[in-house]
């Protein structure tokens, strides 16, 4: 975790892999921490953190369970009947608002916007912490298709780098996100919380 220079920066969540001993480290992920988010006390790098596997016992949930049912908020939205089993955050704010804002534009033009959200649980990392929580360190990918049968799209500026071919009535937008929550130990009162996440555009397409 980095630390912020001034008052105007945000700490940032990064994360390094190594793939084995004879590798240098890369840096594969990186999230901004969220307003009032805090980062869990840690071992120091003397002893290391211990890494959990997503089916670990001893917890609220299993992480698999805490990210599955995170994913599950993302793609049903706001609405969730499963939103109250995670604290609040600002990351899936933000998104469910932008959602409704696109929802709204497209539904105006007889259109239609969705948004399909995905864990990779495959390059998902857990660590034990101080208090016996545990930190996950989750990449996810979003699929967001605005469609506007019989329309000609544009795209804005800042994204038309991102894409190649010729646009018609159809843009899908694929984003490679990265979130980092806490799950609490057994028998702690305390929801599982976001406590950093970003939002990356990757690549812009019509299909």
């Given amino acids: 975790m980095t630390e912020a220079v001034d008052a105007d920066s945000t700490p940032l969540v990064m994360m390094w892999v ?3 001993v004879e ?3 890369e840096l594969r992920n990186w999230a901004s921490m969220l307003p009032g988010g805090v980062m869990p006390a840690m071992p ?8 959990m596997s997503l089916d670990a016992s001893g917890l609220v949930m299993t992480p698999g369970d805490a990210l599955d049912l ?6 049903e939205g706001s609405s969730s009947e499963s939103a109250d089993a995670f604290a609040p955050d600002g990351y899936r704010d933000r998104m469910f608002s932008a959602r409704a804002a696109l929802v709204g534009t497209a539904k105006a033009r007889g259109g ?6 995905k ?3 495959e390059e998902t990392f857990v660590f034990l912490t101080d208090e016996g929580d545990a930190l996950l360190l989750a990449p996810i990918t979003i699929t ?4 506007v049968p019989g329309a000609q799209l544009t795209l804005p500026k800042r994204d038309s780098a991102l ?6 009535d159809r843009a899908v937008y694929t984003y490679r996100d990265f979130i980092v929550f806490r799950v609490p130990v057994e028998g702690s009162e305390v929801l599982p919380e976001i406590i950093a996440a970003d939002h990356f555009l990757t690549a812009v397409k019509t299909k």
């Fill in 23 to 25: 590798d240098n480290y």
């Fill in 119 to 121: 864990a990779r649980p």
């Fill in 44 to 51: 120091s790098l003397s002893v290391g953190a211990s890494q």
């Fill in 70 to 75: 995170y994913v599950k908020i993302l793609n």
């Fill in 163 to 168: 894409f190649s071919g010729t646009l018609r």
């Fill in 18 to 20: 190594q793939d084995n």
């Fill in 144 to 147: 967001s298709t605005f469609s």
């Fill in 112 to 117: 239609t916007y969705t948004d399909v959200v």
